[in-house]
C-alpha cells in the first residue's frame, strides 16, 4: 500500500501520491488491474447528517452506528456541539448524542461547515427553531454555493436568513426564533431544500407541507418518522406530499448503512474493467438512491441488487462486455450526485448517451456541468451541454480512453470519476491533482481500491458471485485449473436425494461441496444449546453472523463443537425450517455460502434456494424431486408428518422461499438409484 511519502508494492493501482493531509494532494493512477473483492463503502453521507440532527433536537440520548467518517458529516458533529448537544465518540465506535430542545441554543461562534453544502442547508432548518443569530460559513468552494433556496422559506417562516449577493452566498446568518408553517413547493427536486424546511417545522406553530412534483430522496422524512414526528406523507403522482406538524422527538439508536452514492464508483469500476468482480455490501437500497444500478443495466451492464437486511442491499458488479448508449432521466437519480461516474461509463459506450435535466449540476461543489465536458474531452471522446441536457458521444470500448491530467476542482466526485476512467483506460497512468477533497466523503477511498486491485484479491473465476467479508467455511485453496472452475447448484426439498446426490457429484467431478442445509442445522442447533427460542430472529440472527462454521465432507463444527451428529435429531430437525425462515438468517449464511464459491473456485452446492436466490448464474443448475411417500421413507430421522410439515414452510416462508429457477434442470429421483441420477446430471455439465 503506498503512503504519502512511500512506494508503491508490485500490482498496486495508486503508483504514487504527493503532497500533505489525510489524503494527498495529487496521485498518480495506474490502469490495467482488474478489481476483484468485496468492499464496504463508509455510513451513508444523507442519513449520517440525519441521525446527527435528529439525535440532537431528541430529547434524551441516541447512539448513532456506522456513521460517515468524512469530512463533511464531521462538520455537522462539531456543529450540534456547538449548539449545545454533547457529542461523544471513540475511533471505531458509536456515536452517543445526548440532546433535546432545552439544551440547544444559538452558537455563539460561526459554524464552519467547510464543504458541505448538505450540511449547512440542514443545519439552517435547525437553527431556524433556535433563538438567536447563528451563523453558518464554508470554504471557499461553499461560499460560492447559492443559499437563496433555502433563505425564501425560512423567511416565510419567521426566520430571516442574510447572505452575499441575491442569491443569498455564504456566509449566511440566520434570526431564529418563533416559526410558522408555510405550505412550500420546492422550485426544484432537491431533499435538502426539503429537508431544511421540515427541520424548521418541528418548531412551527401550525402544519407545515412541502410538495414535490419529483420525489427525493425520503431519508429525512423516515427518519423523522421513526424518532416519533408527527409527520404524514402522501404520494402525489410521481411526487410526494410531506405534511408535519411541531414535534417532540425521541432519542433513537441509528444504523447507518453504506453510501450508494460512494458504491456507484466501485460499481461502475467492476463494469468497466476486464476481469473485474466487485460486490459492495450492506448499501442503503431506498429507490432514490440505487437508480443509477437500472441505468447501469439499461446500458447493459451486469449488474445486481441482492436484497439485505433493514432495507439494505449489497451490489454485485461484474466486467460483461461493453456497454451502450442510453437516455437517463433525472428522476432516476433525483440527488444527480451518481452522474459524475456514470458519465464515464458513457464515455466508453456505443452511441450517444444522454442525461436529461441535469442544470442543477452547475451549482454543486464546482459547476460538475462544465467539469464533466472538460473530463471526457480529455478522455478523447465528445460531450455537449444542450439546455439543461448532458450529451455524451461515447468510443465504444474502455480501453479506448485516453489516460490524461486532470483537476478535481474541489469536487471530491469529480475526483473520484477521474480514478475510474483512470482504472478503465487500460495500460497506463493518468495524474489528479486536488484528490485530497475526497476526504470529505470517502477518507478511505485509496486503502479501498488497493485492497480490490492488488494482487492478492480473491478470485472472480465464479460467476454471479460476490466476495464477502465473512469467516470462511473452510479455507481449502482454490483449483488452479480453469476446466475445475465450475459451479453446480443442487435444489430440492427434504429426502428428494440432495445430499447423496451430491457427494457422488462432487466426487466425480474433483470439485469441493458444500451441504448449506448442514449450516442452517449448525445454527439451529447453538440456537437450542443456549436457550434461545427458534423464531427469536435478531438473537439467531447473531449466531448465524458471529459463529465459526467448519463444514466438511462427514462433519460440521461450530465454533469447534462437532455437532454432526446432534444438528440431525428430531428437535433440530423441527427447529431448523423455522431457523430458516428468518430473512436475517438466510442473509448471514448467503454471504457465506457466496464466499466459500470464490475461495474454492467452484465447487457442488445442495441446498433450498441455491439455484434461485445464492448463485442465480451458476453453470449447472439442477432441481431434484420425488414422491411425497419416498421423501418420508428416506427422512426416517424426522418425526411424523415432518417432511410435509418442512414442504409446507419452506415453500411458503417470506426470505428465498423454496422454488425451482427457471433455467434448472427437473429430475425425480423417485425408484431411481443415485449412480444412474448422477450419470444423468454429468450429461448436462
Avoid at 80 to 108: K, M, Q
Wanted: charged share 20%; with cysteine; hydrophobic share 45%.
Amino acid at each position: 500500500m503506498t503512503t504519502q511519502s512511500g512506494h508503491p508494492k508490485p500490482g498496486d493501482s495508486v503508483s504514487e501520491n504527493t503532497g500533505g493531509g489525510p489524503l494527498p494532494n495529487t496521485v498518480t493512477i495506474r490502469g490495467a488491474n482488474a478489481l476483484r473483492g468485496t468492499v464496504r463503502t463508509p455510513g451513508d453521507k444523507s442519513i449520517s447528517h440525519r441521525a446527527l440532527l435528529i439525535a440532537a433536537l431528541a430529547e434524551g440520548t441516541s447512539v448513532i452506528d456506522g456513521l460517515s467518517n468524512g469530512d463533511d458529516v464531521a462538520r455537522t458533529r462539531n456543529a450540534i456541539a456547538a449548539l449545545g448537544a454533547e457529542v461523544t465518540f471513540g475511533a471505531n465506535g458509536p456515536v452517543v448524542v445526548t440532546g433535546g430542545r432545552e439544551r440547544l441554543h444559538a452558537s455563539a461562534k460561526a459554524i464552519d461547515c467547510a464543504n458541505s453544502g448538505t450540511g449547512m442547508r440542514l443545519l439552517a432548518g435547525v437553527v431556524a427553531g433556535l433563538p438567536g443569530r447563528t451563523v453558518l460559513s464554508g470554504d471557499s468552494s461553499l461560499s460560492v454555493r447559492p443559499m437563496d433556496r433555502i433563505a425564501e422559506p425560512l423567511g416565510l417562516m419567521g426566520a430571516p436568513v442574510n447572505g452575499r449577493g441575491e442569491h443569498c452566498l455564504p456566509p449566511i446568518t440566520i434570526d431564529g426564533g418563533a416559526l410558522r408553517g408555510i405550505e412550500w413547493t420546492p422550485p426544484v427536486a432537491s431533499a435538502q431544500i426539503k429537508s431544511c424546511v421540515l427541520f424548521a417545522g418541528l418548531a412551527a406553530a401550525g402544519e407545515t407541507v412541502v410538495r414535490e412534483a419529483v420525489a427525493t430522496r425520503a431519508h429525512t422524512e423516515e427518519m423523522l418518522a421513526t424518532a416519533g414526528a408527527d409527520i404524514r406523507v402522501e404520494a402525489d403522482g410521481a411526487g410526494r406530499v410531506v405534511r408535519l406538524r411541531a414535534s417532540r422527538l425521541e432519542p433513537h439508536h441509528f444504523n447507518v448503512p453504506g453510501d450508494p452514492s460512494q458504491a456507484a464508483f466501485w460499481v461502475v469500476a467492476a463494469c468497466l474493467v476486464p476481469g473485474s468482480a466487485v460486490t459492495v455490501e450492506h448499501v442503503y437500497a431506498g429507490p432514490e438512491r440505487i437508480g443509477f444500478v437500472a441505468v447501469l443495466q439499461a446500458m447493459g451492464a451486469d449488474v445486481a441488487v441482492v436484497p439485505g437486511p433493514e432495507g439494505t442491499a449489497d451490489l454485485v458488479a461484474r466486467f460483461g462486455g461493453f456497454l451502450d448508449a442510453t437516455v437517463v432521466e433525472a428522476s432516476a437519480i433525483p440527488s444527480l450526485d451518481e452522474v459524475p461516474v456514470l458519465a464515464v461509463a458513457a464515455t466508453t459506450a456505443r452511441g450517444t448517451t444522454t442525461f436529461k435535466d441535469v442544470a442543477e449540476l452547475r451549482i454543486k461543489e464546482t459547476d460538475r456541468l462544465a467539469a464533466l465536458v472538460d473530463l471526457v474531452t480529455a478522455l478523447g471522446a465528445r460531450a455537449e451541454i444542450v439546455g439543461d441536457d448532458l450529451q455524451i458521444e461515447g468510443l465504444g470500448a474502455p480501453d479506448r480512453l485516453a489516460h490524461t491530467k486532470s483537476e478535481s476542482r474541489g469536487d471530491h466526485r469529480m475526483a473520484m470519476a477521474a480514478t475510474v476512467a483512470a482504472l478503465a483506460g487500460g495500460a497506463g497512468d493518468s495524474v489528479i491533482a486536488g484528490f485530497e477533497v475526497v476526504a470529505t466523503s470517502y477518507p478511505g477511498f485509496l486503502d479501498d481500491l488497493h485492497r480490490l486491485s492488488g494482487p492478492a484479491a480473491p478470485s472472480a473465476a465464479i460467476r454471479d458471485v460476490g466476495a464477502h467479508a465473512v469467516a470462511p467455511v473452510t479455507n481449502r485453496a482454490p483449483p488452479t485449473d480453469p476446466a475445475q472452475r465450475v459451479l453446480i447448484a443442487i435444489d430440492g426439498p427434504a429426502g428428494s436425494g440432495k445430499s447423496t446426490v451430491s457427494k457422488l457429484l462432487a466426487a466425480r467431478l474433483g470439485l469441493e461441496r458444500l451441504d448449506t442445509g448442514a449450516m442452517y442445522r449448525a445454527v439451529a442447533w447453538a440456537a437450542l444449546e443456549r436457550g434461545i427460542d427458534p423464531a427469536d430472529g435478531q438473537a439467531v440472527a447473531a449466531i448465524a453472523r458471529n459463529a465459526r462454521l467448519e463444514i466438511g465432507w462427514t462433519d460440521t463444527r461450530i465454533d469447534g463443537v462437532d455437532v454432526s451428529t446432534a444438528i440431525r435429531t428430531p428437535e433440530v430437525s423441527q427447529a431448523v425450517s423455522v431457523v430458516a425462515a428468518i430473512p436475517a438468517v438466510r442473509y448471514e449464511l448467503v454471504q457465506r455460502q457466496r464466499r466459500w464459491a470464490v475461495e474454492h473456485g467452484g465447487g457442488v452446492v445442495e441446498g433450498r434456494d441455491i439455484g434461485t436466490v445464492v448463485f442465480p448464474r451458476a453453470d449447472v443448475k439442477v432441481f431434484l424431486t420425488a414422491s411425497a411417500s419416498e421423501r418420508t421413507r428416506r427422512r426416517r430421522d424426522e418425526p411424523p408428518g415432518g417432511v410435509a410439515r418442512r414442504d409446507r414452510i419452506d415453500s411458503t416462508r417470506a426470505a428465498s422461499p423454496l422454488a425451482k429457477a427457471d433455467d434448472a434442470h427437473l429430475l425425480d429421483t423417485t425408484g431411481r438409484n443415485v449412480e444412474d441420477v448422477v450419470e444423468e446430471v454429468l450429461t448436462w455439465i
